[in-house]
């Protein structure tokens, strides 16, 4: 037995994860301490940092994602060094990318979590999804990919962080409820715009 899974509302955001794979500093000193007092990564240094990046000081004199480099992945990982626990990486390394999800959940009862699913869609496609997804996928009429599950284990709640997109591609997403009677229709699909380079 289906039921309508009333999901209403997807959004999507797309971003760079805030941690980054890459060197470790090497002198002992955070490279993240930017600015007066030293010792450990606070406010001040965000604040330097994002100074330097928006050019209100000049120039930029870091060494966090190469010699002279301010971006919003530099401003990033100071920010994420500065949080209780945090540390400073540096280096070239690759920027990892993300898309949460989130929609509004259904009205039927005994829902027991969400499936998503995700398709890659060639520029100027669409979304279309003409068979009910499934585990192994199901073929899209409109010249995207196959939908496949994306998540391992059903997903508690309205949101999903998708952490295995990359640079470039426009992707599809659509949702099922699932519960003890099965698992519903596919909710409207939702085309992302290509996700964004570093």
């Known amino acids: 037995m289906y039921f309508i899974p009333h999901i209403r509302h997807f959004a999507l955001q797309l971003g760079l994860l805030a941690v980054v794979p890459a060197l470790a500093w090497s002198q002992g000193v955070s490279a993240c301490d930017i600015a007066a007092p030293f010792g450990t990564v606070d406010a001040g240094d965000v604040q330097a940092i994002i100074n330097m990046t928006i050019g209100i000081t000049t120039p930029c004199s870091v060494n966090i994602g190469g010699q002279g480099v301010c971006n919003a992945a530099v401003v990033q990982r100071v920010i994420n060094a500065a949080l209780p626990g945090g540390t400073c990486v540096t280096g070239f390394g690759a920027v990892a990318h993300y898309a949460t999800l989130t929609w509004t959940g259904s ?17 100027g496609g669409s979304c279309s999804l003409p068979a009910q997804p499934s585990a192994s996928g199901a073929a899209s009429s409109s010249g995207a990919g ?3 599950l994306v998540n391992s284990s059903l997903v508690v709640g309205v949101t999903y962080i998708d952490t295995a997109v ?3 591609v426009i992707y599809c997403y659509a949702t099922t409820a699932v519960s003890s ?8 699909q939702f085309l992302a715009s290509a996700v964004p380079t570093p």
Do not use: Q
């Open 107 to 123: 009205s039927s009862t005994g829902i027991t979590g969400y499936n998503v699913y995700r398709a890659t869609v060639p520029s």
């Open 146 to 148: 196959l939908y496949i």
């Open 181 to 188: 009677t099965g698992e519903s229709v596919a909710s409207n």
């Open 166 to 168: 990359s640079a470039g």
